[in-house]
Every structure is written in C-alpha cells, then in structure tokens.
Nanobody, 126 residues
Framework: VQLQASGGGLVQSGGSLRLSCAAS????????VGWFRQAPGKERELVAA????????YYVDSVKGRFTITRDNDKKTVYLQMNSLKPEDTAVYYC????????????????????WGQGTQVTVSS
C-alpha cells in the first residue's frame, strides 16, 4: 500500500486542521493506520491510531479530547481532525500503515508500521 498525507498548514493557536491519509493499493481495510509526528530535536511519537475496522482507536494523552481519528474504507482514507491546536502540536505529521488481523492489538510503536507516507507540516502560531 502507498500512503499520501495532506492537509497540513499554518494555523493560529486554538484553530483547527484536518489531515488526510489517502491510500492506494488493495486491501486497505486490512490495515491499521497511525498518525505520528516529529518535532525538531524530538523523537517520532504516535499521536493517534485506528484499527482496520475502526473499532479501536488510540490517542496519546496530550491530544485526547482535541484530536479525532476516523477512517473511510470505501475512500481508502484516514482522517485526523485536530481542534484546539496548541504551539506544541507543531511538527511534521506522518501517516503509517500496518496490515493486521482482525483480532490484533492496535500497534503503537513506529517500528510496528511497515508503510509510511511523506510528512505534512503543521505549524501552530501563538
């Protein structure tokens, strides 16, 4: 599967952005998808992830209540709605995919994901 992230940009603190991760290739519905971010000088961290069916989701504590991950398997797209953005959300955001069986635990580490899209820059000004 190939992944393409889009939707980043410059927004003021408190604003919103919606990131999209569009997939090409077969069997997208078999993939868990995660959104990672990496700020300069920091390690890449998982922000949110969604299981293949959408039944399970994960959020890092710092974005809970502000970010929402969803997927549309018919459109082969995963979305990350980001509200109440803060300057500390500034980073390059990447989407990543991993083929999983229906009973698998949602993967949460970067090395668990085999397929990566290019990054999209999110900058939140104060």
């Amino acid at each position: 599967v190939q992944l393409q992230a889009s939707g980043g940009g410059l927004v003021q603190s408190g604003g919103s952005l919606r990131l999209s991760c569009a997939a090409s290739g077969p069997s997208f519905s078999r993939y868990a998808v995660g959104w990672f971010r990496q700020a300069p000088g920091k390690e890449r961290e998982l922000v949110a992830a969604i299981h293949r069916s959408g039944r399970d989701t994960y959020y890092v504590d710092s974005v809970k209540g502000r970010f929402t991950i969803t997927r549309d398997n018919d459109k082969k797209t995963v979305y990350l709605q980001m509200n109440s953005l803060k300057p500390e959300d500034t980073a390059v955001y990447y989407c990543a995919g991993k083929q999983v069986i229906i009973t698998a635990i949602l993967p949460t580490t970067p090395d668990s994901y085999a397929y990566w899209g290019q990054g999209t820059q999110v900058t939140v000004s104060s």
